[in-house]
Nanobody, 116 residues
Framework: QVQLVESGGGLVQPGGSLRLSCAAS????????MSWYRQAPGKQRERVAG???????NYADSVKGRFTISRDNGKNTVALQMDSLKSEDTAVYYC??????????WGQGTQVTVSS
């Protein structure tokens, strides 16, 4: 079993920054990709960014140049640095890990609210 614990959400003004963190524990053998997703009210969950075990990352077009994903394989953590935040970034953010056998696990979610 795998457990994911997220932290770092909160309220921030437009143009501000937040850093989300996610710590994975449990049976992490063959963990491949660590990702962040988000879901705004009334919208489908969307993938924000992902990073492989060798550090290859990709981003949704809506966050390119503003968000940075990073990973520490030794600590089994993934972080999402969010800069130049906009009101449309308001959502619940979820950490996800995917394994080579097709298994996928989700964190409990952390609320990010961008508002003045």
């Amino acid at each position: 079993q795998v457990q994911l614990v997220e932290s770092g959400g909160g309220l921030v003004q437009p143009g501000g920054s937040l850093r989300l963190s996610c710590a994975a524990s449990g049976n992490l053998l063959r963990m491949l990709v660590m990702s962040w997703y988000r879901q705004a009210p009334g919208k489908q969950r969307e993938r924000v960014a992902g990073i492989t075990s060798i550090g290859i990352s990709n981003y949704a077009d809506s966050v390119k140049g503003r968000f940075t994903i990073s990973r520490d394989n030794g600590k089994n953590t993934v972080a999402l640095q969010m800069d130049s935040l906009k009101s449309e970034d308001t959502a619940v953010y979820y950490c996800n890990v995917a394994f080579s056998n097709g298994a996928s696990y989700w964190g409990q979610g952390t609320q990010v609210t961008v508002s003045s």
